[in-house]
């Protein structure tokens, strides 16, 4: 998988832009979160495909060269697939929950993988490789291809590099996973007064970002597991976890609504996530 990703963005622009995105779609070859004209761009080459459910994919955007790229990606996606699904059980252990109540939702769950690409840029501080966001999904699991540093996650208000480990799979949580999880906390203030509720999120989408080598290039391989796209499929804090009405801290939407929502607003941290929070009235009984 390494290799083919390798040798497609090695092909030559010409035979890439076979594989361009058309307007108003997410995949193929080009630029994801574009959303102006007017914006300036990530310094990025992106190639984002739908792998799962097999009837969500449209092979015109799949590469035919390398001409083992399609069959890699296929294989190695299904191999990705089990191992999200394991984690997202041991999460629902973790939660005191019922692995079904996060695994139906994933029956013919969306799948897709986004392959990066990060050229150097001699004024790597002016450019920004990936701008700042959380994932949209439960899970993304991310394969470094090649050993230069450049991914960053928010801890304390700080952005702290995650060095490459060969072979290792990166394990970041997305934005429908902390929706899930959320319940309310009330919070004291002494004298017994509840003074606010906040949110009680048992699993955080963590935000991260993308530096550019001024020397050296990045490439990085992305898959993301989402639900199901059924119209039954809702998205909003689990009824297994927010037992009772004070807890739904998120809004409930289907998950088409959270997808448009999600790809229709500007990549910038976690702010998709904060117009997705129901407003909390401070109470004082
Ligand atoms: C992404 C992403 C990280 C990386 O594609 O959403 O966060 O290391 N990629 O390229
Ligand atoms: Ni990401």
Redesign the pocket.
């Known amino acids: 998988m390494m290799e083919v990703t390798e040798d497609f963005f090695r092909l030559p622009a010409e035979t890439k832009k076979q594989f361009a995105q058309e307007p108003g779609q997410l995949d193929g070859y080009g630029h994801l979160f574009v959303v102006s004209e007017k914006q300036k761009l990530d310094w990025s080459d992106?190639l984002y495909l739908n792998t799962q459910p097999p009837e969500r994919r449209n092979m015109k955007f799949w590469p035919d060269s390398p001409a083992n790229l399609r069959v890699t990606l296929d294989k190695y996606t299904a191999a990705v697939k089990n191992v999200a699904e394991c984690l997202l059980a041991i999460m629902a252990k973790n939660l005191a929950i019922q692995p079904e109540a996060i695994a139906e939702k994933c029956i013919d769950g969306i799948q897709t993988v986004?392959m990066?690409y990060?050229p150097p840029c001699a004024q790597a501080d002016k450019v920004i490789?990936?701008s700042p966001?959380s994932?949209a999904g439960l899970l993304?699991l991310?394969l470094?291809v090649n050993e230069v540093q450049?991914?960053q996650i928010m801890r304390d208000g700080k952005w702290v590099p995650v060095s490459p480990i060969q072979g290792a799979l990166?394990v970041?949580l997305g934005d429908t996973f902390e929706v899930c999880s959320a319940f309310a906390n009330l919070c004291f203030s002494g004298h017994h007064q509840i003074d606010w509720l906040c949110i009680a999120d048992r699993y955080k989408s963590v935000e991260?970002r993308?530096v550019v080598d001024p020397q050296k290039e990045?490439l990085?391989i992305?898959v993301?597991h989402n639900p199901s796209m059924d119209a039954m499929t809702m998205i909003g804090p689990l009824k297994e976890i927010a037992t009772c009405e004070k807890d739904q801290v998120y809004k409930t939407v289907d998950h088409a609504s959270f997808r448009r929502l999600y790809f229709s607003a500007k990549l910038e941290g976690k702010n998709f996530l904060e117009g997705m929070k129901l407003k909390i009235s401070s109470s004082s009984s």
């Open positions: 992106v986004r990066n990060y490789g990936l966001h994932d993304t991310v470094q450049g991914l990166i970041n991260h993308v990045r990085s992305a993301f």
